[in-house]
């Protein structure tokens, strides 16, 4: 049966359970606590980008690149290769899809997006459906239910659309008894509906759970609970998706395809809307009784994520948390995520994806994500705020990693980065790590393999901390290190509100005081970045200075693809590129002899003293170049996922999407 037939299924009740342990619809909604045990299983559904299998892919743009041949099972290879179809394939290890699920697992595994979307989607029409037999429960009460019952609703439809495009919006219980024959609508159709259930969700829900007579009582628990601010945002995001240039240029297109549209032209009045839910969004996160607020990036030791003073509020703890009894992050910025499941999750696979698996100096499976040098060339540009292709960045090709925007010191792993931090033994079975002590990502370093290091010259430390290797260890039980990646926090908010403003041609918006350069500068401000120079507050280059502090602010999140494809990017030079850095260092490795674990003289090579008495990022290098490793083979119809055969087969008026 596919997907979309369980949308058509007798269903009255939301668990699977013996006839004899039936609970009536009076009974099961009745109470709040009755009816929120009902909506608990929608969160227990979201699943976890970055551990839903033990290797799993999500970012899909021109952001990461695998190892080869190890990584070749997994998505976003596929992606490489323009097979979207692999999506739901089995091996695909993707949250989309691709697996069995089951929305009562407590396992990490169970939950994908595709597998539980309609069946979520359903438990909100029943539950709205029944809200007048929640007779024993205050108007407050009632307001927390209907309100997420929307949020929810309005969620999974978004999730679905922004790889699926435009989808039957369903609003009602299907009755099982009748074929399937509801039509694919319009993509722009889609959000402004998904725009409009967020809206009515942000009406009913609080400031903050705290707050409430319910999240009183269950006091601490409420930290994953919909909330005002993020359903305006979600508002905002959905309206700023449907004025986007890909819709704008064919707005009443299921699948809009990209055709000669330019990725400037949004279309404005509808833009207008989306900073007016924005504004209000923002104003909501920074109301006194909020929750959230921006982390700080407070460090004494960047390379190692060292706080200045001691704090669980900082940059690094929105993704992952180390020594804190498996706390799952997020910290005071994260405005949406999954509930999380497990301790330890994170430490037996996605902890272990990171580094190099040169002589297993990272264990487990030999699967590497690791950014492309283009991306970060463009995404992280100089500590004046100018892209390092911009004429008055002052951008050095023989000092590459010199005067950078903070956040590639936090993110990025570059040559002559100590990824290990402990020492390493000069003899025995520790000799053969020592040239990996160091990292020399020049062209045939010792770290630059395309099947075991780096393909690109980076490594990646924004999700997983590079001290999770096998010496420092920071995968090992004692430390405790948990990771989740939000689906929403507080910074995006900030960068769609200005993407919004500047869209629409509006100053302000939502009773929001902050101009499009205010709030970018708001983040920047928080790393210590340069603020928005005057020559680039207005028109595309302004557009492009928010779409720049996108790529950094939210590197590695998962979002790239969807941004790529909403603004006509995805099939264009060089967006459709992964590329490698290539150089050599001034400084010459030495070649030093070492005994072996069984005694034997070895030679290895291992960085100069220069490298261990000095700061990386200050130094010399020539021949700095890029190299194309991959050119994507994207079309018009990469611009949105395949359905399923077996979906697009339910009936006739379901159909595929171009081209596929």
């Not at 210590?528 to 005057?534: M, S």
Request: with cysteine.
């Amino acid at each position: 049966m596919g997907t979309l037939a369980l949308m058509g299924s007798s269903c009255t009740d939301y668990l699977d359970k013996e006839p004899s342990s039936e609970v009536s619809s009076e009974v099961a909604f009745q109470n709040f606590n009755n009816f929120q045990g009902y909506v608990e299983e929608i969160y227990n559904c979201i699943p976890d980008k970055e551990s839903c299998y033990w290797c799993t892919t999500f970012n899909w743009g021109e952001d990461e690149i695998m190892n080869a041949g190890e990584g070749d099972n997994h998505f976003s290879h596929q992606m490489d290769l323009g097979n979207l179809r692999y999506w739901f394939n089995g091996n695909s290890q993707n949250y989309l899809g691709g697996r069995e699920v089951d929305p009562t697992s407590d396992d990490k595994f169970n939950h994908r997006i595709w597998g539980h979307a309609f069946y979520c989607i359903r438990k909100c029409n029943l539950g709205l459906e029944n809200l007048a037999l929640m007779t024993s429960a205050t108007q407050e009460e009632r307001n927390l239910i209907e309100g997420q019952l929307y949020f929810f609703r309005a969620w999974w439809h978004e999730e679905l659309v922004q790889y699926l495009g435009g989808l039957p919006y369903l609003d009602k219980v299907l009755d099982g008894g009748q074929a399937l024959q509801e039509p694919r609508l319009p993509y722009r159709e889609c959000c402004e509906r998904i725009a409009a259930d967020f809206a009515k969700a942000a009406e009913l829900l609080p400031i903050n759970w705290e707050e409430t007579t319910p999240g009183r009582a269950n006091s601490g628990h409420n930290q994953v609970r919909a909330t005002r601010a993020a359903a305006l945002a979600y508002a905002g995001k959905a309206l700023l998706w449907a004025a986007s240039p890909l819709t704008n240029g064919d707005p009443d297109a299921i699948a809009p395809q990209p055709g000669s549209s330019n990725t400037y032209a949004y279309n404005q009045a509808t833009a207008a809307k989306a900073a007016e839910y924005l504004g209000k969004a923002l104003l909501a996160a920074n109301d006194s009784k909020s929750p959230y607020a921006l982390v700080k990036f407070d460090y004494s030791d960047i390379y190692n994520h060292v706080e200045t003073t001691s704090s669980d509020n900082n940059y690094h703890e929105i993704f992952y948390t180390v020594s804190q009894n498996w706390m799952q992050p997020g910290s005071t910025e994260c405005v949406f995520r999954g509930p999380g499941h497990e301790g330890n999750g994170t430490n037996w696979n996605f902890a272990k994806l990171w580094g190099s698996k040169i002589n297993s100096l990272v264990e487990h499976d030999k699967i590497i994500h690791m950014p492309t040098a283009n991306y970060v060339n463009y995404a992280y540009g100089m500590a004046n705020g100018r892209a390092l292709d911009d004429p008055q960045s002052g951008f050095d090709p023989t000092h590459p990693f010199k005067d950078r925007d903070p956040r590639f010191y936090h993110d990025i792993i570059f040559d002559g980065f100590r990824f290990v931090t402990t020492t390493i033994g000069e003899e025995g079975d520790d000799a053969q790590f020592r040239e990996q002590q160091y990292c020399d990502f020049e062209t045939n370093g010792t770290m630059r393999h395309d099947n075991l290091g780096s393909r690109t010259g980076y490594f990646c430390q924004k999700l997983i901390p590079h001290q999770c290797n096998k010496y420092d260890n920071y995968y090992g039980w004692s430390f405790s290190l948990q990771a989740y990646l939000p689906y929403m926090r507080l910074a995006e908010i900030y960068l769609l509100y200005a993407e919004a403003l500047a869209a629409s041609g509006q100053n302000t918006a939502g009773g929001c005081t902050l101009t499009a350069v205010d709030a970018i500068n708001v983040l920047r401000n928080r790393v210590g970045c340069a603020e928005v120079a005057d020559d680039l507050k207005s028109g595309n280059a302004l557009m492009e200075t928010i779409r720049r502090e996108r790529a950094c602010e939210l590197a590695f999140e998962g979002f790239r693809w969807n941004d790529l494809q909403r603004w006509c990017l995805l099939d264009k030079a060089p967006y459709n590129l992964k590329q490698s850095a290539e150089f050599s260092r001034i400084m010459p490795n030495e070649i030093i002899e070492v005994k072996d674990a069984s005694g034997n003289t070895m030679k290895i090579s291992i960085e100069n003293e220069w490298y261990r008495n000095n700061d990386p990022r200050d130094a010399e290098v020539k021949g700095w170049s890029l190299s194309t490793i991959v050119e994507r083979p994207f079309t018009a119809k990469h611009y949105w996922f395949p359905f399923p055969d077996s979906e697009v087969y339910l009936y006739e008026d379901f159909k595929q999407n171009p081209g596929w």
